[in-house]
């Protein structure tokens, strides 16, 4: 079963910024497992960094899923998921536009 390790829904990151690490808390630091990303951006132009022990799972790559109507799906929106061996998990968001943007996101976590 995943754990939730991170979430935010409507987080709001200002025109031409990056936000603090979004992952905090209890499960900062994990063990070996799967590591997934879901993300929905509200329109183009929001960039995701995902960190696990310094290893880019995603490194500064475009949110590919964009929409205000409905609710995020971790069937639809999956940006990566991969197996790694623990460490710290570090979350960015970096909004590329010159207005604000909101991203929907879930960091899940599946013990091995």
Do not use: W
Request: with cysteine; proline share 2%.
């Amino acid at each position: 079963m995943a754990i939730v390790i991170g979430s935010g829904t409507a987080v709001s990151t200002a025109a031409n910024t990056k936000s603090a690490d979004q992952i905090s808390g209890t499960y900062q630091f994990i063990g070996k497992g799967k590591v997934t990303l879901v993300a929905r951006g509200s329109a183009t132009g929001m960039n995701v960094q995902l960190l696990v022990g310094g290893i880019a799972l995603v490194n500064d790559n475009a949110v590919p899923y964009t929409g205000t109507a409905g609710a995020i799906s971790i069937n639809d929106h999956v940006v990566c998921s991969q197996v790694m061996n623990g460490g710290r998990v570090e979350f960015y968001l970096r909004n590329t536009t010159g207005g604000a943007l909101t991203t929907d996101y879930i960091v899940l976590f599946e013990p091995m």
